[in-house]
């Protein structure tokens, strides 16, 4: 691509896998990848039985679509509460929350952070490895 033409699209194959103990990330629109871009949004596949900490993006509203699975997600003082495929989720900036995967397949959630950003606080996580392009992820079984 020149310096004149404008990035518009990535796929799965060019972008790098954030890994953690709970599942993977791949991050397809950020203001890393298309300069200016005022948002983030990835694909999380959260693992079966497994989910992230309670935690908050000081900055960022989140809002998060179940592409596939099942779990169950916290927001606030909202309690925790089922999730499933076709469901969205508002995540308002500085609100705890957490999505725990109760199904026997991978979850699969379109996550969008505006004004993006706050996916930087995870790579600071002691789990956090990053792959190259084209390198999956390898999970061991439980025993």
């Given at each position: 691509?020149?310096?004149?033409e404008?990035r518009v699209h990535?796929?799965?194959?060019q972008?790098?896998t954030?890994?953690?103990d709970?599942?993977?990330i791949?991050?397809g629109?950020?203001?890393?990848l298309?300069?200016?871009?005022?948002?983030?949004?990835?694909e999380v596949?959260?693992?079966?039985?497994k989910g992230?900490?309670l935690?908050t993006?000081?900055?960022?509203?989140?809002?998060?679509?179940?592409v596939?699975?099942e779990?169950v997600?916290?927001v606030g003082?909202?309690?925790?509460?089922?999730?499933k495929?076709?469901?969205f989720?508002?995540?308002?900036?500085g609100?705890?929350?957490?999505t725990?995967?109760?199904?026997?397949?991978?979850?699969?959630?379109?996550?969008i952070y505006t004004?993006?950003?706050?996916?930087?606080?995870?790579?600071?996580?002691?789990?956090?490895?990053?792959?190259?392009?084209?390198?999956p992820?390898?999970?061991e079984?439980?025993?």
């Open positions: 691509m020149s310096e004149s404008t990535t796929t799965h194959a972008l790098a954030e890994v953690f709970w599942g993977s791949k991050w629109v950020s203001a890393g298309f300069p200016g871009a005022p948002l983030t949004a990835g596949i959260i693992n079966p039985g992230h900490d935690h993006h000081p900055n960022s509203d989140e809002v998060l679509y179940v596939d699975g779990g997600q916290t003082d909202s309690g925790e509460f089922p999730v495929t076709g469901d989720v508002f995540v308002p900036r609100t705890v929350h957490s725990f995967n109760t199904g026997w397949r991978q979850l699969r959630v379109i996550a004004p993006g950003g706050a996916e930087q606080a995870l790579r600071e996580a002691t789990d956090y490895a990053r792959l190259a392009p084209g390198v992820p390898v999970w079984r439980a025993r």
